[in-house]
């Protein structure tokens, strides 16, 4: 069923990195009211992969709980040896 691979994403109007993914064959949870949760994309999780979404804990929340939870952090480090230009 394709309707299993695709999530409605909502991004946290407070936090930029907190979001939550309904799949699509379910419906809306009241708590995403358009205010502290704002419409962000639709995805098909057989070809698109946000980063910090994860399929299988997607499929199980939505699944338990009606809504899945992800946070975006971008997590840079510092090369151990320095690229130097060509």
């Known amino acids: 069923m394709c309707a299993r691979k695709t999530f409605y994403l909502f991004a946290k109007a407070s936090d930029a990195q907190q979001f939550c993914?309904?799949?699509?064959?379910q419906p809306i949870p009241a708590?995403?009211?358009g205010v502290q949760w704002?419409?962000?994309?639709?995805i098909d999780t057989s070809r698109d992969k946000p980063f910090g979404f994860?399929?299988?804990?997607?499929?199980?929340?939505?699944?338990d709980r009606g809504v899945y939870?992800?946070?975006?952090e971008?997590?840079?480090?510092?090369p151990g040896v320095l690229l130097k230009a060509a």
Do not use: G
């Open 38 to 42: 704002h419409y962000v994309d639709c």
């Open 54 to 63: 994860d399929v299988d804990d997607a499929q199980r929340a939505t699944r």
């Open 69 to 72: 939870f992800y946070k975006r």
């Open 74 to 78: 971008f997590i840079f480090s510092q």
């Open 31 to 33: 708590m995403i009211d």
């Open 21 to 25: 993914a309904v799949r699509q064959d």
